[in-house]
């Protein structure tokens, strides 16, 4: 029997995707910004470590450092504005969990075990995690930009179990796999389970070490 399960966040227990697109999409920031879309996206993915250990304090500061490189000027209120839309789109997969999700959280409660949280984000990308209905059933949650530590980064993983009062071998992690977080948790001794139920088949299939989800109700069944 584990003690604990960890879960990834997004396309694990949320997603941004129906029927193969976003559900909120509000376009790059690249044409107000006066930036070229290949370009942005370049500095944008250079960025990415920073953004989700903090480096940055939010998505503004990040934007205004794209800016710097480029020799671009633009208004604190356009900035903020694109503050806004980004964090709007964001929230609006909180509002859709569902429901065969919240079911494996709450079986989970009833046979014992505690369920943490370990999401790669940046501040923008979770304000809507405190009003949602997954919040509750959580013992512990740790967002990468609060503590400085990002998933695969094995410090991330003992810090969980640590806040958490558990051992690695006694626990389980569960993601879609993203940033190698599934071989990450491995090393560090968690049980590591991939999620699949969001993630299109030729994409997970890009995954063949770890045991495969296909639906929330399948961790249950693997745990008891």
Known sequence: MMDAVFFDLYETLITEWRDGKKKADFGSPAKSLGIE???????????RDQRMTGHFHDYQHV????????????TTDALQDLCRERT???????????????????????????IGLISNCSSEEI??????????LFDDVIFSYEVKLAKPDPEIYALACN????????????GDGGSDELAGAERYGLRPYHATWFVPEWISERITAYPK??????LVDALS
Request: charged content about 25%.
């Open 163 to 174: 806040r958490m009062g558990c051992l690695p071998e006694h626990a389980a992690f569960v």
């Open 37 to 47: 879309e290949k370009q942005f996206k370049t500095e944008w993915s250079a960025r």
């Open 213 to 218: 989800l296909r639906a929330p109700g399948e």
């Open 127 to 136: 304000t809507a995690w405190a009003a949602s209905p997954l919040a509750p």
């Open 63 to 74: 934007l205004e450092d794209i800016c710097q490189v480029f020799g671009v000027t633009i």
């Open 88 to 114: 709007r789109a964001k929230s609006v997969p909180f509002a859709e969990i569902e429901e065969g999700i919240l079911n494996t959280l709450n079986q989970l409660k009833e046979m014992g075990i505690k």
